[in-house]
Each structure stands twice: as structure tokens, then as C-alpha cells.
């Protein structure tokens, strides 16, 4: 294998989906531009037969193409085609993961997943809401706001509104008295969002968000943690005590 890849990137690949000669070629073509199989099969001493079968695969990942009137020369394409490839793994694996979900037999109806660290925060937090029902409410008990931003980022909330908005979901949140005018403005701001503050949240480290069949408990720690309950008996108790919340603390926008 070419001397300029390292073990991290062979690695990286790998994990992408290509195999150990598909590297070897891809990263030979990206060297030298154009080669012909019978080249690519003397640079790094691999048959003709195994570089042939590997053109072919990563022609399928559009990583490289044939050019000119002879079938047998080669061009490696950008290297930023990866990303794509890297997305359509990804699809895959949500499907799969839908798929096994519905395979499990779980007695009492629930599902119970854990997400560490903020990478993992930001991305459940966007599937989160690509997944709520359209025209549904989310409902939200917040304490420390500065904590959430940190976290998430607001690059990453900017975009979880702009879906929420798009797939026309209510919310409706209840935080600190001590953010009364930056709600106040925000509520003003952002379309289908009520709110009411309350004594009591300025220290609160959880954020408890109640979906259309979830809740999830978000824990402002080091590293940040996620606790996502699927139960529909929890998920209404959990609703049924923002409401009386709610009604307890009038005031609102």
C-alpha cells in the first residue's frame, strides 16, 4: 500500500466500506491520475483478476470511472464523493434499525435508550424531531437555558426549529422566571411556541421533553446524557403533569 496513507485513514475507509485493495487502488489512482488495470496491477503488485473486481466496486461507489474509448483506463474521482457514500450507510442503518425495532417483542410495550456525549445529543436531538408526528405538540419542562445552548449549539437549534415549523408542531415550554424576557422575545419570534415560567427551574440540570409517544430526559452533565423512555402509559403521566403545571403557573406570552 501507498506509503502516504496512514493506519487512522486505512481505518476510516474501512469503516466507510472499502475493502484493502479497493484503498490500494483508489489511493494509487489519486496519485498517478489516469492508469490502465494492467498498470494499477504492477504498481502495487496485485492480479489482474483482484484489480479488476475492485474497479468494478468502486465504480458502483462512484469513486472512480472509465475514460476515453479504451474500457481499461481509470480515473479516481473527488474524494468528497466519500460523504455521500458515508450518507447512504447511514440510511441504510436507520432502516435497518427501524426494521430490527419492529422485530423486538418487548411484554410491556416500552423501549428505553440511552445517548452519552454531545455529538450524540445534537444528532438524536435532530432525528428526535424528523420523527415527531406533524402537527403534534412537544412539550418541554427546561431549567438551566444557557447549559442547552452549550450543548446543542445553535447552529443545531436553529435547524431543529426550522423543521419543527415546517412540520407545523406546537410547543410549549415551561422554564425559569429568571428567562421570562428571553422567552417573552423568543415566543414572539418563533411560530407555534407558547410558554410559562415558574420558580424553582433557574438550577435544574434536566430538561424533560414529552413527545407524541416519547419522553426524554436530557442531563446537562459532563459528558451530557439522554435518557429516552418509549412507553405510552409514561408518556401520558408525564403529559398529564406539564398540564397541571401549566395551570399552576398563568402567566404566559
Not at 422566571?177 to 428571553?182: P, Q, V
Amino acid at each position: 500500500m501507498s506509503k502516504i496513507i496512514d493506519h487512522k485513514l486505512e481505518n476510516t475507509l474501512i469503516s466507510l466500506g472499502l475493502s484493502n485493495k479497493e484503498i490500494q487502488i483508489y489511493v494509487e489512482l489519486l496519485q498517478n491520475g489516469e492508469m490502465s488495470a494492467i498498470s494499477l496491477s504492477k504498481n502495487i503488485e496485485l492480479h489482474r483478476q483482484f484489480v479488476y473486481n475492485a474497479l468494478e466496486t468502486l465504480k458502483e461507489k462512484a469513486l472512480v470511472s472509465q475514460i476515453g474509448a479504451k474500457r481499461s483506463i481509470w480515473r479516481a474521482q473527488n474524494p468528497r464523493k466519500l460523504i455521500s457514500l458515508a450518507e447512504e450507510r447511514e440510511k441504510k442503518a436507520l432502516e435497518a434499525s427501524a426494521m430490527l425495532i419492529g422485530l423486538m417483542h418487548q411484554k410491556v410495550g416500552q423501549e428505553f435508550e440511552v445517548t452519552e456525549g454531545n455529538k450524540a445529543f445534537r444528532n438524536r436531538f435532530l432525528e428526535n424531531i424528523k420523527e415527531t408526528p406533524k402537527k403534534s405538540t412537544i412539550l418541554m419542562i427546561c431549567g438551566e437555558w444557557e447549559r442547552y445552548f452549550e450543548q446543542a449549539g445553535e447552529a443545531v437549534h436553529n435547524e431543529w426549529d426550522r423543521i419543527r415549523i415546517a412540520r407545523e408542531i406546537n410547543f410549549r415550554l415551561i422554564g425559569p422566571t429568571s428567562l421570562d424576557k428571553t422567552m417573552a422575545k423568543s415566543s414572539t419570534e418563533r411560530n407555534l411556541m407558547e410558554y410559562r415560567t415558574m420558580n424553582g427551574l433557574e438550577k435544574n440540570l434536566v430538561n424533560t421533553v414529552i413527545s407524541a409517544d416519547r419522553v426524554d430526559f436530557e442531563i446537562y452533565g459532563d459528558p451530557h446524557l439522554t435518557f429516552s423512555i418509549k412507553n405510552p402509559a409514561v408518556t401520558e403521566s408525564q403529559r398529564i403533569f406539564f398540564e397541571a403545571l401549566w395551570l399552576a403557573n398563568s402567566k404566559s406570552a
